[in-house]
């Protein structure tokens, strides 16, 4: 069993930043793939990044790509969202993900196994 926390959010000007972060706890293993997705008002979830804890470069939807960077503290079993330059249809709730070792495609949201509570980002315009 992996717990995930995300927390961070919050509300942002356009143009703004702000860090999110996933906690992860239980059965982690720095060979796993941990992601996030976000979910806009009224629509539905979509996915934003993914980063394994070790090997792989980070993989990035093109919506974001450029703006939003995925960290990882292996040490601290946590992964970072840093999202730049937001605009207002960054709004959404964003949620942590992980899954136990694959060769599945990263952006699906069904081959992921544990998810966080959510944590809601709103960018104001």
């Known amino acids: 069993q992996v717990q995930l926390v995300e927390s961070g959010g919050g509300l942002v000007q356009t143009g703004g930043s702000l860090r999110l972060s996933c906690a992860a706890s239980?059965?982690?293993?720095?060979?796993?793939?941990m992601a996030w997705f976000r979910q806009p008002p009224g629509k539905e979830r979509e996915f934003v990044g993914a980063r394994s804890w070790s090997g792989t470069s980070p993989y990035y939807a093109d919506s974001v790509k450029g703006r939003f960077d995925i960290s990882r503290d292996n040490a601290k079993n946590t992964l970072y969202l840093q999202m730049n330059r937001l605009k207002p249809e960054d709004t959404a709730v964003y949620y942590c993900a992980a899954r136990r070792p694959s060769g599945g495609a990263a952006y699906l949201t069904s081959t992921y196994d544990y998810w966080g509570q959510g944590t809601q980002v709103t960018v104001s315009s």
């Open positions: 239980g059965r982690t293993f720095s060979t796993r793939t």
